[in-house]
């Protein structure tokens, strides 16, 4: 299995009225493939955040794979 780290971005406006991109979270999950990595780290997040849907606190999920393997 691969190591995953996923990340958890939101779009946000900033005070000077430009916007940007910041992470909410990033999980590090161990999955067979990134969508299998996406979506445990989907579960993780919304269990962390207390959340029944993890879109409530980020617009889009980036998934990269890490150099480990278990």
Do not use: P
């Not at 999950?29 to 989907?42: F, H, I, P, Q």
């Amino acid at each position: 299995m691969a190591r995953y780290i996923v990340r958890f971005m939101k779009d946000i406006l900033g005070d000077n009225g430009r916007q940007a991109e910041v992470c909410q979270s990033a999980l590090e999950v161990e999955a067979a493939n990134s969508r299998d990595a996406t979506e445990l780290a989907k579960q993780k997040f919304c269990e962390k955040e207390r959340l029944k849907e993890w879109s409530l606190h980020a617009d889009r999920v980036h998934v990269a794979e890490t150099d480990c393997r278990s």
